[in-house]
């Protein structure tokens, strides 16, 4: 990649004046998992080494763990936050355990302090993955400035989008110089690439709305699964953990200035996002219905609002009628994954709060496209839809 460009210098800043720490250092890559990848070959891990993640998350977390030949371990969830069930880290460490991704899920922070105690009584290292959180805070802090790293990702569907993108942050001055020497290392995205990314950025930017969600999203993911267009997911990184081609790839100008553009108006996506989370909340609770749990600690980014549903396959079959957004993050413990699971070393029947919430959960939009029209005919969607959410995450476990 060789030197930051000045539109990847802008960039970076803008990014420190987010996470308000000005001395941070950000390190940019093609892909969030690329990110990820970064920090733990900087951190130093080596085959054989544990990894703890939650047992609900997405199959790019443990494909980079494996890539390097560490060893992902799953950790059940608490069915409240979405996030690891801190009570449950434990009872996973061995000789082996060297680091604990902890994931803010739809938005919401992973309790912090707890996981750090834990991690510093073991000697393990915690890093922070922000996919879904920035913008969230953890006791005032910018999440994914609390632990000793952290990743985001600024794909498609993200808190803010550069088309593709990842960003890994850092406080350790060590693990910092050897991310930035990966940075400039890594190759350069190809001019196909780059223009790719243009064209879909300004599809997926000005074209997708509400009427042509499914028909779009349906498309784009056999596309991306086939390997025939530029996908958050290639298709050999679902059928195996197996390093694809070319995968260790830099951040390009393009990312960079279209970020600039994204983040200049953040400040009001994230109020967005906020007030329409409270608009969700407020309607759920007049229909008996529980909204999602937010701990003291935790102030949340509500990049997806999830809702836990009966006969979800139906629902998504009205919603795609009535022209509704439906999120389905995530369908399984590594989603999209469902079959194999052992070739990325999971165990069906290990995590049941993870494995019966992912075969229940849908997510409603919070998007700015959100407004007050489209907002109305969510809501008489759902209304006419009750007897298909559960009034409670215990019904819902409780649920055959």
């Not at 086939?226 to 197996?242: A, T």
Request: hydrophobic fraction near 40%.
């Amino acid at each position: 990649m060789g030197d930051a460009s000045p539109a990847q210098i802008e960039f970076k800043e803008a990014i420190r004046v987010i996470l308000k720490n000005p001395s941070i250092q950000v390190t940019t890559f093609w892909k969030g998992r690329v990110a990820l990848y970064a920090i733990l070959k900087a951190m130093g891990i080596e085959r054989g080494d544990e990894v703890i993640m939650p047992a609900f998350t997405c199959v790019v977390v443990p494909n980079p763990v494996i890539y390097l030949g560490g060893v992902p371990v799953y950790v059940d969830i608490d069915p409240h936050t979405y996030n690891m069930d801190v009570n449950k880290i434990e009872t996973r460490i061995t000789k082996h355990t060297k680091f604990i991704i902890a994931q803010n899920t739809y938005g919401l922070s992973s309790d912090l302090d707890a996981i750090n105690s834990i991690a510093h009584r073991h000697h393990l290292t915690v890093i922070e993955d922000c996919a879904h959180g920035f913008g969230g805070y953890y006791k005032g802090k910018p999440n994914g400035t609390v632990a000793e790293a952290a990743f985001y990702s600024t794909q498609w569907n993200k808190p803010f989008s550069t088309g593709l993108g990842g960003i890994a942050v850092t406080r350790h001055q060590a693990v910092a110089k050897q991310l930035t020497e990966f940075e400039r290392s890594y190759i350069s995205p190809s001019f196909l690439e780059v223009s790719l990314l243009r064209v879909l950025y300004v599809i997926r930017t000005y074209l997708l709305t509400s009427q042509t969600y499914w028909a779009a999203i349906k498309l784009y993911r056999w596309l991306s699964k086939h390997n025939l267009i530029l996908g958050s997911s290639q298709g050999e990184e679902l059928q195996s953990p197996v390093q694809p081609t070319n995968f260790a790839k830099g951040f390009s100008s393009f990312q960079a200035k279209a970020g600039i553009r994204q983040l200049n108006k953040f400040t009001k996506t994230l109020q967005h996002r906020k007030k329409t989370a409270a608009v969700y909340d407020a309607f759920l609770r007049t229909a008996g219905v529980e909204p999602p749990f937010v701990p003291s600690y935790a102030e949340h980014a509500y990049l997806k609002y999830p809702v836990l549903v009966k006969g979800r396959d139906a629902l998504f079959k009205k919603a795609t009628d009535a022209k509704i957004e439906l999120g389905d993050w995530f369908l399984s413990p590594i989603h999209p994954i469902d079959r194999n699971f052992e070739n990325w070393h999971y165990r069906w029947g290990d995590n049941p709060v993870g494995e019966k919430i992912s075969q229940h959960v849908i997510n409603l939009p919070t998007h700015t496209d959100v407004d007050g029209r489209y907002m109305d005919r969510i809501q008489t969607f759902l209304r006419h839809n009750r007897d298909s959410i559960f009034s409670s995450v215990e019904e819902c476990l409780k649920f055959n």
